[in-house]
């Protein structure tokens, strides 16, 4: 055992990744081209893009900062997981049909259709936005783990990280994207299972020694109220409600994840791709804070002073300093896995946004040519800012990276969320309704998050409220003719059709 990286680690890991490279050049055989490079050639198993929503999600959030959480703390965000229930059943039931029958390119293609141009790209703007901060996060949280345990500096290891994944995802489009989230999910699952496994025969007693100390010491329950009536306070429920109206929002309203469902016209492909994502999620999440609870078991048993410092860092100090050589290096590779992925889920699909939303609604001619050639030279630029923005994080102090990025997922998703939900789910609100309701409710969710002691778990709700009652009311007042009077655009048009 050592506690630092052995040569054997690094190469292991800089063989993985430049494994991963190899794999998104050669998955897509040929250079992607037009709606392509945007939505597969329909080549993409369903199982492929289900296990890359879960990939796209998870991330190394949950390599890092689920696993710290639960061996600093409790296993109160774990009833963020149950939220699953929420958003898998919102998504199946009420939006994807009406996605699979409009047959859309993006996900703000539908904004137009049901609301007009402005909203769509008002909405890929804020998404892009919102976009380049989690993949500079995602960046930044694996690149400080794997600096703190091996020395290398840290700026090296985002560049490294940020170029591997911005070629990949520039060659070969959606597909190279998602074969390379399939093969980084399995190596995620499969990490944190190996490290797990390692965990319980290290602790005397195994599971049930892990399961009696942890209750013993008050690790699996919070002091946080079950249920508050007010809302706005921190309590179990409102976790519950907040976490499983943010993953909906993402599953209905955010590109990266809409672009997957996109890769076929299949609604049961459709729905079975939910479904797996939701059990691969709840169980890898679960999984991740009993690896938390099993460290705490483990440090405790080991006698001395607890390991202190950064929650996101025990689990990746542990993997170095533990483990034996060669097994760190998978893992740590694991760790490498969950980034990249997101990383190039969120370049793919910024790029997608910003060429079909944004300069494809300006000049409609566009040529599928010129609309690859764009799409590229925007996953490089985006790519650049991305890797500048993680450098300024790890050099700053953001607390929780979990609890920071669900905090800004409520904030950005629940305003373009609740638009979309405004839309599938009422006929009358209109084009001038919801642009007015889309700009209060983004001025109530600033004052909100920066103006009020608001649980941040509380954001989508508040969101969800303000997009449907104030473009519902403004639609009344502006009393526009609704688009969705004379086509195929709400959930109700489905249901009829049925």
């Known amino acids: 055992m050592t506690g630092h990286f052995q040569v054997i680690d690094y190469i292991i890991l800089f063989a993985y990744l430049l494994f991963i490279l190899y794999i998104g050049i050669a998955v897509a055989k040929k250079e992607m081209k037009g709606k392509e490079f945007f939505k597969g050639d329909g080549s993409i198993p369903w199982w492929v893009t289900s296990v890359s929503l879960f990939a796209t999600l998870l991330s190394p959030i949950s390599f890092l900062s689920l696993a710290g959480g639960s061996y600093a703390g409790t296993w109160e965000l774990w009833v963020a997981q149950l939220g699953l229930f929420i958003s898998v059943p919102i998504a199946i039931y009420f939006f994807l049909p009406v996605y699979r029958n409009l047959n859309l390119d993006t996900a703000y293609e539908y904004l137009e259709r049901r609301f007009g141009k402005s909203l769509r790209i008002i909405a890929s703007i804020l998404f ?6 989690r993949m500079s996060i995602i960046m930044y949280l694996p690149a400080i783990a794997l600096s703190a345990v091996t020395g290398i500096n840290v700026v090296l290891i985002i560049l490294f990280m940020g170029i591997i994944a911005t070629i990949y995802s520039s060659f ?13 999910g399995v190596v995620l699952i499969g990490g944190g299972v190996f ?5 319980i025969v290290s602790v005397k007693g195994g599971i049930p020694e892990i399961i009696q100390t942890g209750v013993q010491d008050h690790k699996f329950f919070s002091d946080t109220v079950v249920f508050d009536p007010n809302l706005l306070h921190s309590s179990l429920f409102i976790i519950f409600l ?5 993953t909906a929002f993402s599953y209905i309203s955010s590109q990266d994840m809409v672009q997957r469902y996109l890769t076929t016209t299949d609604l049961k492909q459709m729905n079975k791709m939910t479904i ?52 760190s290096g998978l893992l740590i590779a694991g760790l490498f896995a969950a980034g990249q992925s997101t990383l190039s889920t969120g370049l793919n699909s910024v790029a997608t946004s910003w060429t079909l939303d944004i300069q ?20 490089l630029v985006v790519g650049i800012f991305s890797i ?23 904030l950005v998703l629940g305003i373009i969320g609740g638009t979309f939900t405004l839309g599938v789910m009422t006929k009358k609100a209109n084009a001038k309704g919801a642009l007015t309701g889309f700009i209060v409710t983004t001025i109530i969710a600033i004052y909100v998050s920066y103006f009020t002691d608001t649980t941040l778990w509380a954001y989508s709700l508040i969101n969800l409220v303000s997009s449907l009652v104030f473009g519902y009311l403004f639609s009344l007042i502006f009393q526009e003719k609704s688009k969705a009077e004379d086509n195929h655009l709400t959930y109700y048009d489905h249901k009829q059709a049925q």
Do not use: C, H
């Open 388 to 410: 500048l923005f993680a450098i300024v994080l790890a050099y700053s102090d953001v607390g929780s990276a979990y609890q920071w990025f669900n905090g800004l997922m409520g």
């Open 242 to 246: 907040g976490a499983g109206l943010s």
């Open 172 to 184: 070969g489009g959606i597909k190279s994207v998602l074969w390379t989230d399939f093969i980084q």
């Open 128 to 133: 892009i936005v919102y976009q380049i901060g």
């Open 360 to 379: 494809k609604v300006m000049k409609p001619d566009m040529s599928d040519e010129a609309g690859t050639r764009i799409a590229k030279i925007v996953t």
């Open 276 to 327: 797996l994502n939701g059990v691969l999620s709840l169980g890898t999440a679960t999984m991740f804070f009993f690896i938390g609870t099993a460290l705490y078991v483990f440090y405790k048993q080991m006698g001395g002073e607890m390991p202190t410092g950064k929650p996101d860092l025990i689990f990746a100090n542990y993997i170095v300093g533990q483990l034996p050589a060669g097994i």
């Open 195 to 199: 490290a797990l496994i390692v965990l």
